[in-house]
């Protein structure tokens, strides 16, 4: 493909950095309002201004633009170290998989407070002894009458604490095994019997949640897609997922690779440490090409493919090892905490928090299957 802008997606490009530069919003102090408010006020900007749901449909509410227009955003957004829209799961999961299969009635009252912010949404995939692997899922969905029973937990949630909404797999069909009897379900998230409880990571916040189900009503009316059909349609969910985020991940990495050249020049690297820069560099140019390959099928085919898995894979490993390289640059410095160390304990949290970036989002073990079997076309390896 060709790797520069048309003159509209230039245009598109300078119109968003202008608005990012004045917009974009600032530290904030202890009078502030809370960070969610902040971003609730930030994601209502981002509508009014026309950048949520770019894709979308233009009957939906979205843009109707290409997919290049959301990469642009991605990559403008991760340079200036702008936050995403507080409903990044609604817009880039929850919203995409009702466009595609939900019923007239769930597009109808549901899309346009997604775009908007007006309503979070979070995602009932994971559980604790399921992790990555969606077709393992216990969580129950009893058909009784005209609504459905949910009884299960849930697992690693982001925004289920502040959500209004939940797209739940759950298995409707008791006898079922793998991904034969599951279905998906838009789960309203102050229905009694639900409890959300914050789970406490090494850096010391709390975006991941667990979800407990407790007896918990669903009207059959909420069910997106056919009932038993889950697996089909959490597959639609995932692949949006990874659709343009790519492009996200290579930017951040950029932005972290060049602090990362700036702490080298500060520190004095040696020519071994040097090295390894260079080979992250190599590493980052190769994500962004690959990335670029994956929006190329994207445009033909208007469906995102299964190569998301390798930007997300790559991105998480090299973002560990260039973190790690930080901290061997800063030496005995980074044991120190964040009220006491250089750059504002900068690489310290970035270190820490990278731990997780091979877990979310599909694990690493999960997205080499993946890769294997529906890019490489390898048999499955069970």
Excluded at 53 to 67: A, D, R
Excluded at 118 to 127: L, M, T
Excluded at 178 to 198: A, F, H, N
Aim: charge should be negative; proline fraction near 4%.
């Amino acid at each position: 493909m060709d790797l520069h802008d048309t003159p509209s997606e230039a245009q598109f490009r300078g119109d968003l950095r202008s608005w990012l530069a004045g917009n974009r919003p600032g530290a904030t102090d202890d009078d502030a309002p809370s960070p969610t408010e902040v971003l609730r006020d930030w994601s209502r900007r981002l509508y009014a201004a026309g950048y949520s749901g770019l894709t979308w449909p233009v009957e939906h509410g979205g843009g109707g633009k290409p997919y290049s227009y959301q990469a642009i955003f991605h990559e403008e957004l991760a340079r200036t170290e702008a936050p995403q829209h507080l409903g990044v799961i609604g817009l880039g999961m929850a919203g995409p998989t009702i466009i595609a299969h939900g019923t007239d009635a769930q597009k109808a009252s549901r899309l346009a407070h997604v775009l908007s912010a007006a309503e979070i949404w979070c995602q009932g995939f994971s559980e604790p002894d399921a992790g990555s692997d969606l077709s393992a899922v216990r969580t129950s969905a009893r058909l009784e009458g005209s609504h459905f029973v949910i009884d299960g937990q849930k697992v690693w949630s982001s925004y289920a604490h502040i959500a209004d909404w939940c797209l739940l797999i759950a298995r409707s069909d008791a006898a079922s095994e793998r991904q034969v009897g599951l279905t998906c379900l838009i789960v309203d998230m102050r229905s009694p019997g639900i409890e959300v409880r914050p789970l406490r990571q090494i850096t010391g916040e709390a975006e991941f949640n667990e979800i407990f189900f407790s007896g918990v009503e669903v009207p059959v009316e909420n069910v997106i897609g056919e009932i038993g059909e889950g697996w089909h349609v959490a597959m639609t969910t995932l692949l949006h997922e990874r659709g343009t985020l790519g492009f996200a991940l290579t930017a951040s990495l950029e932005v972290v690779m060049r602090r990362l050249i700036e702490l080298a020049r500060d520190r004095g690297a040696t020519a071994v440490q040097r090295d390894a820069i260079a080979r992250e560099w190599i590493e980052l140019e190769a994500l962004r090409y690959t990335a670029y390959r994956s929006l190329s099928d994207l445009m033909k085919t208007g469906v995102p493919g299964p190569e998301g898995a390798i930007l997300k894979l790559q991105w998480s490993e090299a973002n560990q090892r260039v973190t790690k390289l930080a901290l061997e640059l800063l030496g005995s410095d980074a044991q120190l905490l964040a009220g006491n160390a250089p750059y504002g304990g900068y690489w310290q949290y970035q270190q820490l928090r990278s731990r997780g970036n091979t877990i979310e989002a599909g694990t690493s073990e999960i997205l080499r299957s993946i890769i294997a079997e529906r890019v490489l076309g390898l048999p499955r390896s069970r």
